[in-house]
């Protein structure tokens, strides 16, 4: 037998798992998604969601620490901390401030996340992200939690997948937008670009109170390839998708102008105001030109049939999109740290998620192989959550959640999370254990 083969990350890698407010908290009865819920848009509703409000952080954050992570995102909920445009609740900030101590005293780091695509009832009533009135808001909402947090957190998250928030609401109707009249690709540029505005003005009044702060956002990074890549509809297809979903964000703090396939938008104030770029990444999307698909421009976005599928097909386990993602990201911003802020899979069963893991963290090393400046790995999620619009159909957690009985079901992933964060490398061992299906394609010879 040979002797195991180990890839190593660099020194001081940050591995962690991601969660959010509204998908872990429970309770989350101010904020636009709790309204949606009980207006009967989502699967389920999220309820006690995992408890973190009721105070299992600890135990979940005993989890983390025990299996070896020495980071974790996490974001505050606006609508907790600014229960109405005039009254801050300073005791919601003391939890947040206990929960960023608890990790940072079980040698856990915690990146904190400014807005996880939720909004306080009262700034959705008027319309939240579409009015330019939000930008002075979310920045004094930045300065109260910078305050608050910054004895524990130097790590922030301004904004997660300002793109899908966009999309999802505007588009496709799946979250929360103020009004239905207000559907549509315009409203959903208006949103991107004061989102942008208020990552630039939210990225200043970080620095100003914690100088060493390092600034970034979170972006669904989305590979994608035509269908058919020999007929120019797809193609075309193609690259109206890839740009309108992907490059919106990224534009921006390159050029100054936010590009898109309606036009283009100047905001200069947010041109490099990044200090590390966050990517989450899923997986990649196949596209074809279908003239049945008016809503998304004549483009339908799919998986192929004999994808290596999630249990409810809502991911396809494609590894290669990760170094894809990091190679994009390296070349639009070069020298720029890259974090990858989430990534994981909806697996019940525990049968994918193993070699999923496995073989973006292979992609990862490959990336720093490239000497992209990759600095850490935070994989979705910790313990199952609040999934959306999909409720509880949908499993992400290195641990499983009984939602009724709140109790945690260790899933073999864990382990090998474990192990992987132990020897901040990942061997062929491990993979031999715990992914024996891809021994032979992950290490061959
Ligand atoms: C979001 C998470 C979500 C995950 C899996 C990401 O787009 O940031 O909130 O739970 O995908 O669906």
Known sequence: MPASAVIHFPKGFLWGCATASHQVEGNNTNNNWYRWEQEGHTKHQSGLACDWWGGRWKEDMDRAAETFQNAHRFSVEWSRIQPLPDRWDESALERYRAMARG?????????????????????????????????????????????????????????????????????????????????????????????????????????????????GYALHYRPMVAARPWFPPDLLMRNLQYSGINLAFPSALSSGVMKSPLG????????GLQDYLGINYYSVDTVKFDLGNPRELFGRRYFPEDSDFSATKFIANIPHGMYDSLAWAAKT??????????????????????????????????????????????????????????????????????????????????????????????????????APEVSATMFPG
Not at 264 to 271: A, D, G, L
């Open 103 to 215: 990790m940072t005293e079980r040698g856990i780091a915690p990146m904190v996340t400014l807005h996880h695509f939720t909004d306080p009832l009262w700034l959705y009533d008027q319309c939240g992200w579409e009015d330019e009135a939000v930008v002075p808001l979310f920045e004094k909402y930045t300065r109260k939690v910078v305050e608050a947090l910054k004895e524990y957190v130097t790590h922030w998250v301004t904004i997660n997948e300002p793109n899908i928030y966009a999309l999802s609401g505007y588009v496709a109707g799946d979250f929360p937008t103020c009004q239905a009249s207000h559907k549509g690709m315009a409203a959903a540029l208006r949103a991107l670009a004061n989102m942008l505005r208020g990552h630039a003005a939210a990225y200043h009044a970080i620095h100003q109170i914690q100088p060493e702060a390092r600034v």
């Open 333 to 434: 911003y070069p020298n720029l740290p890259l974090i990858i802020t989430e990534n994981g899979v909806e697996d019940p069963a525990d049968s994918l998620r193993p070699r999923y893991l496995a073989q973006h963290l292979q992609q990862v090393w490959r990336a720093v192989n490239f000497n992209f400046p990759v600095k850490g790995y935070y994989h979705w999620s910790l313990v199952d959550n609040f999934e959306w619009e999909r409720g509880w159909t949908q499993r992400f957690g290195l641990w499983g959640l009984d939602v009724e009985t709140q109790a945690r079901l260790r899933r073999p992933s864990v382990d090998l999370y474990a192990e992987i964060c132990r020897e901040n490398g990942l061997s062929s061992d491990m993979v031999a254990k715990y």
């Open 264 to 271: 283009n938008v100047k905001i200069p104030q947010v041109k």
